[in-house]
């Protein structure tokens, strides 16, 4: 049983359409990075596969069941972009990993030892116990980001699902992250990332799948990257020509890879 | 003069007490969401709900509820799509609310725009045993849903999207806040009026997240502050013969002012006496620049 | 020539206008009253003769009556404007700015009390503590029509103003106030009769309306709030007129028709006391009755709940 697939997704916002055509599987203990320049529908992908965005077309399944039928969201975790503005309302670092824990044990039950006890290991794995009462403001960047991924781990998932993980973090939480996403693959999780470079994550990658245009450019072993990308101050935040040869932009296959 | 051996003040104090505990269990969850006016928003609706009553000879208050949570999950459903954005939506229900009720009221053949005022500005001294029954029974519900609910809306309010992943039901939760903010409005407007509802919702947080450090502690501190300032403003009032709702809106500014002005100091004297906390390794080493 | 001929058009136009105001196309003297008591005279001394508007709606609290434009155009063209000057500030404004030469004043014929001036023998003094006024004009209480003595001396002049306004009518004017006057005196014996002996002469009500009445009959009135019907007293002040209440062992307290009574329950409930009706006049909620049958009916409410014989 795949744990994702996807058979032929269309995906329109408001009378644009940005994902056409778009198959793609994930079985158990993979770790794929969908990658793509700004506006390719990376994102858009996997937010619809998360049911944040509505399937125009296609199918979506998870873990075998159709995702209009699916209620397992426990076995789920999500790694969003950023926490989000703030508001003013303190929340500690324990506080937000404990909300993991809801999808696992239901609105209406309290949490209980196996819930805090689920937070904690959280907290450990990101190496974040040491602040888990502290606001979460106080935070860095990186530091907040170790945090979601933490909220995300709590509630044990099967799938881990991660945007953009390394956009903005230092490299220090990097590292500390591309660890616990090892220890949590080789525990037997599947991970699925949009990423817009791999750094300190490229040795987990098992298959890159590349989105342009709406559509899936590539899908493989992860391409090695060229030119100026691959120099290690190279940070990606550059326009994409418009132009393109063959739909790949600018990574050059080698002997090993086989173009889809 | 002991004002509190008259029933009356005994009901008024039990009025107050039960909304200030109340209020800011709910304004915690609006602040975060950044609602915090929703709250008035939702009382000028109410006065359209109170024209309707009066216009009808029904229980103005049981119109204002009907029609403040008809506003309410208007609002919700409005936000949800994104649409309008949230102040121009809160505008349009602030407006046309209070329009809404004196156009009503002025056609109601036996009130006229001066029935409104005691929902305005609240009638606490008039309370009937009835009244506050009902208001206990309202609050409690509002002070059990907001604590039962209390993961799942802290979920909710502190990341949205995450939550509907989670498989929450985030829809019916939004819904359940949108009327039970409906609710909580139509009983304040027993205490402090309609105009300063929002008061007594946002005030107590506003203060308690000047010294406090997360969402549980936040919350209680809010309604602590709350119950306090609604207490200490009918004592207050009865003493200086000052309107308790008004009287009780300053007493939670005063809080707040305090504990601002308290957290600044505070914070001071703390950084001045403790070593900074760890930081991340620099991601650039610096030199020194040779001389030469 | 035409040239000159359109302005001489237009001004002849203006004062064509100008004058015969009074007389409308039913060709009846035009009254504008504000508000219910000054309907009642003014339809009762007009009689068929005089057609009259009032710009308080049945049903609405006077105090604070907004005008709306087609009212102040009623009172712009209205042959009489008669009111009670201070009662109601948006009537004296439209007056003062529309109908100045032609308005009448029923406060101004007749001895006013100061606020807070209720005690019997009218010596002037006393007052509740915490007592809340509305300024009339000068600080003196606008309830004139409360006492059917009074009543009677504003109707006579009333119908003096009316035969100089309107001459052609002026006999059947002073003679319907003639009769006016001898049904006042008989209701002005009801009340003195009836309120000669009583256990208790505590007036306790919503608001201040009844200090002519308290006055004439030697009753001594206790508003809850002041001259003007207010949403809410302050704490203070209920508890005070609940210890007097108690003190006096008041059995009643009484609210108007217009206004809740949440205020007048709440202190009843205080007191162990019931609630009654006492309806200052100020605007009628049953459009059948008039003047004499609502001030009977205060008449019974009052002998009921203070207890007294006749």
């Known amino acids: 049983m795949s744990v994702v697939t996807v058979r032929h997704a269309a995906v329109g916002y408001e009378g644009r359409e940005i994902l056409h055509d778009v198959s793609l599987t994930v079985e158990p203990g993979d770790v794929v990075a969908i990658l793509g320049a700004n506006g390719s529908g990376k994102s858009t992908l996997i937010r619809t596969i998360l049911r944040l965005v509505p399937l125009g077309r296609g199918e979506i399944d998870l873990f075998g069941t159709a995702q209009r039928k699916f209620r397992d969201w426990a076995r789920v975790g999500y790694v969003p972009q950023r926490l989000g503005a703030g508001s003013g309302v303190p929340a500690t670092v324990g506080e937000v990993v404990a909300s993991g824990r809801l999808a696992r044990r239901g609105i209406f039950r309290p949490a209980g030892a196996a819930d805090k006890a689920a937070v904690r290991d959280a907290l450990t794995d990101v190496s974040l116990l040491d602040r888990v009462d502290d606001p979460v403001s106080t935070l860095s960047g990186g530091q907040q980001q170790r945090t979601l991924i933490a909220r995300a781990l709590a509630g044990k998932p099967d799938l881990l699902v991660l945007d953009e993980p390394t956009a903005g973090v230092d490299a220090g939480s990097q590292e500390a992250f591309a660890a616990a996403l090892g220890r949590f693959q080789l525990a037997g999780g599947t991970i699925l990332l949009v990423a817009h470079e791999l750094g300190p994550l490229r040795p987990l990658i098992d298959r890159a799948v590349v989105v342009h245009q709406g559509r899936i450019a590539f899908a493989g072993l992860p391409p090695e990257p060229a030119g100026h990308h691959a120099e290690p101050d190279h940070d990606h935040v550059h326009p994409h020509a418009v132009q393109q040869q063959a739909g790949i932009c600018e990574w050059a296959p080698t002997d090993r890879i086989a173009a889809n | 003069m002991d004002l509190f051996q008259y029933d009356f003040m005994m009901r008024a104090l039990l009025g107050a007490l039960i909304i200030g505990l109340a209020a800011p269990a709910l304004g915690i969850y609006l602040v975060q969401r950044r609602l915090s006016l929703i709250g008035d928003g939702i009382g000028h609706v109410a006065l359209t709900g109170v024209g309707v009553g009066l216009l009808l000879h029904q229980s103005p208050v049981l119109a204002a509820v009907v029609v403040a949570a008809i506003g309410a999950i208007g609002v919700e459903l409005i936000r949800e799509r994104g649409r309008t954005s949230g102040d121009l939506a809160l505008a349009l229900l602030f407006y046309g609310g209070i329009a809404g009720g004196v156009v009503l009221v002025s056609l109601s053949a036996d009130a006229s725009s001066n029935s409104l005022v005691q929902y305005l500005f609240g009638s606490l001294i008039t309370t009937s045993p009835q009244d506050i029954a009902v208001i206990a029974v309202l609050g409690v519900a509002v002070l059990i849903a907001m604590l039962a609910f209390r993961p799942a809306l802290f979920a909710i309010s502190n990341d949205e999207e995450y939550a509907k992943v989670s498989g929450l039901p985030v829809r019916a939760l939004n819904l359940l806040m949108a009327v039970t903010t409906a609710v909580t409005v139509t009983i304040a407007m027993r205490t402090v009026g309609l105009l300063l509802i929002s008061a007594l919702m946002v005030i107590p947080v506003a203060a308690a997240q000047q010294v406090t450090r997360g969402f549980r502690t936040t919350m209680a501190a809010a309604m602590g502050i709350g119950l306090c300032a609604a207490g200490a403003g009918v004592v207050v009032s009865a003493e200086a013969d000052t309107p308790p709702g008004a009287t009780t809106v300053i007493l939670a500014l005063a809080v707040f002012v305090a504990l601002t002005v308290g957290a600044v100091g505070w914070r001071m004297v703390r950084r001045r006496s403790q070593p900074p906390r760890d930081v991340e390794p620099p991601d650039v080493v610096l030199q020194e620049a040779e001389v030469r | ?310």
């Open chain 3, 1 to 310: 020539m035409r040239r000159r001929l359109l302005p001489v058009l237009l001004v002849l136009a203006t004062l064509a206008g100008c004058g015969g105001r009074a007389a409308t196309a039913s060709g009846k003297f035009e009254i504008v009253t504000a508000f219910y008591p000054l309907q009642f005279l003014s339809e009762r001394i007009g009689g068929d003769v005089v057609s009259v508007t009032t710009l308080t709606k049945p049903g609405a609290e006077p105090h604070d009556v907004e005008l709306t434009p087609r009212q102040v155009g009623d009172v712009a063209k209205a042959g009489l404007a008669v009111y009670i000057k201070g009662f109601q500030p948006a009537v004296d404004q439209a007056i003062a700015l529309e109908a100045k030469d032609r308005a009448f004043n029923a406060a101004s014929v007749v001895p006013l009390l100061e606020l807070g001036d209720d005690d019997s023998g009218g010596d002037g003094e006393g007052g509740e503590p915490g007592h809340e006024h509305e300024e009339a004009a000068g600080g003196e209480d606008p309830h004139v029509w409360l006492d059917p003595v009074r009543f009677a001396t504003i109707a006579d002049r009333l119908a003096e103003r009316l035969g100089q306004a309107d001459p052609a009518h002026a006999a059947g004017y002073t003679e319907r106030a003639r009769g006016l006057r001898a049904e006042l005196a008989a209701l002005n014996t009801e009340f003195t009769d009836g309120l000669k002996t009583c256990q208790r002469r505590e007036l306790v009500t919503s608001h201040t309306a009844f200090a002519y009445l308290a006055n004439r009959y030697d009753l001594h009135q206790v508003g809850i709030t002041g001259i003007s019907p207010e949403a809410e007293p302050t704490p203070q002040r209920l508890a005070a007129v609940a210890r007097e209440a108690r003190a006096t062992g008041t059995t009643t307290i009484y609210f108007e028709t217009l206004v809740s009574p949440a205020v007048a329950e709440t202190l009843a409930r205080e007191v162990g006391a019931r609630t009654a009706v006492l309806d200052p006049l100020e605007g009628l909620v049953d459009q059948k009755a008039d003047y004499f049958t609502v001030m009977r009916q205060n008449l019974t409410a009052l002998t009921a709940g203070l207890g007294c014989e006749g």
